[in-house]
């Protein structure tokens, strides 16, 4: 029952407060009974949550955090509150050794800071990138990186990004060697920004990492099932996730409209709705919830502000198989290996 | 009969060769009999297409072009081209006056790097955009630039974006003061690449222009129907609208996938099926075909190279509707307009 991951949990972070956050690991807790945990929040109104949770009784930690970072609070006043926040003694927990990974729902430009700093960027990393699994018509996810950490990124930075998402994809889909491409606006080599065909040349010849080039993608090609890894600058990587989050729910916001336009098409949606049930999961973000920061000396897990308790179980699943795969030791070795063929690449000109 | 705007039609350049070209133009003339064309292409290939639509008897002048421009050419072999090429002959209808638009079908690069070449960019204009209309839940649908004709943009080409797609919104969609977005990764001000935040606070300042400026917007709000206009770099334009593209295509494609699963959501379809059409129609790419050059001396649609004869005869359409709305003088007044007050403004400073 106990002697797995140990979680860090920022309890105050998300949209819906404590309750969300609480029901969450109790679920994740049913789905994985080792789970351990280290809540951290205002000890009334958590305390109130976990009496609602049998299965929190024992391997639960509760430990009182005065104040919170809130949403709109910038990143530079947050890094100021890392001692007495929930969101910042979450993370020290990771830093201290107490947890093996932490998940927070708060404002992402604060954990992100707060991370930095805390953690540190592992050595041959000049930038920590958030990575998140992409629904695809594939057999599985599509790992997409980075989603908003990095507004500007030049080549190296790519690379380093199509390195950490292949550990990822890895360690947590599985695959040996995964087939990684690069976002831009053609697929042809002379397509789009100097850093992103400078970073296609680099992994065009970096054919010693784990991992398959494949060149340039599109957005219309994100969700075909076509590659494992696809890798961008921070911007268009967000630009990228929220549209189609928000195109999803438009087609879904026009289907049900188009349902409810007769009673015919009603009786249809009636019959029809095991079958749309199955789209609602797949399309569900809470189904897709948890990005990851890679890069860092720690984990730190990124849910969904207003995730519900399963997207925050699964937020907490997406930790527990990082900590398990052991993905920032692997990452490490990957980098030290690009390293060391760069170097002798160096050399040998 | 005749007197409506005279449209040159690049015959050759979608993948679908002359015959969708043809059929397009022969639909959009049922819709609006008054339109004229001049077709360039290969004449023995035009004039068979022809033969197969009535209503092309007349007002119709088929021009013979012994070369076209491929889709893999790039942009500077292609402008070499001009004189020889049914794009390149096109283009130069617009120039010589003989045509008051051309649409093609053609490759992207070649058609922008030719417009440009032949029709100069318009006073005031540093760099030509891409604009076409995105499908939302409200009344109508938003203007969108740049799509993918500038890879980066400064502040000033980003403002100068906002006064065109205004005037696009204003003359085609008939909204006489166009709410105005910059898309970007998070809606404070504190958020994205300096040229937005610098574009942001010109365009505050500039309440002299038939605009109103809302601030900045993400991806997952670009359906909602809360603006007219949404200015982006073509870089991150390109990817939201394909991602859009690929996204609804994603959604589509399991929902097929869901109809089909069992005998009773077979006949749920069968049901719904009307209602559904209306989806299908409201999603169609075909129904929003026809992306403008907007800035230059000269109107060029791009359609796209798949489109059908119903996606040609739209592109048509918007040609036409520019042409009518006389959208390059109204352009040009606005950044009169803009430029008398930046200069007022400065040597009041």
Redesign the interface.
């Known amino acids: 029952m106990s002697g797995g991951p140990r979680i860090a949990i920022d309890a105050m972070g998300g949209d819906t407060g404590a309750a969300a956050m609480v029901a969450g690991v109790s679920r994740a807790r049913r789905h994985d009974p080792s789970l351990e945990f280290l809540i951290y929040g205002d000890e009334k109104q958590v305390r109130r949550e976990l009496a609602a949770h049998r299965n929190l009784e024992a391997g639960v930690q509760l430990v009182h955090s005065a104040e919170q970072i809130e949403s ?1 609070e ?1 990143p530079s006043q947050a890094i100021r509150r890392a001692r007495t926040t929930s969101m910042g003694m979450a993370i020290n927990a990771v830093k201290e050794g107490k947890a093996d990974a932490a998940v927070s729902g708060g404002n992402t430009g604060a954990l992100m800071a707060m991370s930095k700093l805390a953690l540190r960027t592992m050595p041959g990393i000049d930038r920590p990138a958030l990575a998140a699994l992409l ?3 594939g057999k599985h996810d599509c790992v997409m990186l980075d989603l ?1 950490a990095n ?2 990124c030049d080549a190296q930075n790519l690379v380093q990004f199509a390195v950490m998402g292949s550990a990822y994809a890895r360690t947590v889909l599985g695959i040996s060697k995964p087939r990684v491409k690069l ?1 831009n ?1 053609g697929t ?1 080599e ?1 397509k ?2 100097d850093e992103l065909k400078e970073a296609a040349a680099l992994l065009r010849e970096a054919d010693y990492l784990p991992l398959r080039f494949d060149g340039f993608t ?7 099932g076509e590659m494992d890894v696809v890798v961008t600058d ?3 990587g ?18 049900r409209r ?2 409810k ?2 009673l ?2 009603k ?10 049930n ?2 609602k999961v ?2 569900d973000p809470n189904n897709h919830n948890g990005a990851v920061f890679l890069g860092l000396n720690g984990l730190v897990v990124k849910s969904h502000g207003g995730a519900n308790p399963k997207g925050v179980a699964n937020a907490v699943g997406v930790a527990a198989s990082m900590v398990r795969n052991d993905i920032t030791r692997k990452i490490g070795d990957d980098l030290d290996n690009f390293r060391a063929h760069a170097f002798a690449n160096e050399a040998a000109q």
């Not at 967000?238 to 289907?255: C, M, P, Q, S, Y």
């Not at 009786?267 to 749309?276: D, N, Q, T, V, Y």
């Open positions: 709109s910038k629904p695809s018509l908003g507004t500007e976002l606006i042809e002379l789009g920004t599109e957005g219309d090609q994100l969700s075909r921070g911007f268009s967000n630009i990228a996730l929220k549209t189609a989050e928000g195109t999803a729910r438009f087609v879904t916001d026009l289907l188009a349902f336009s007769s015919r098409s009786a249809g949606f009636a019959l029809s709705r095991p079958a749309l199955l789209l797949h399309l």
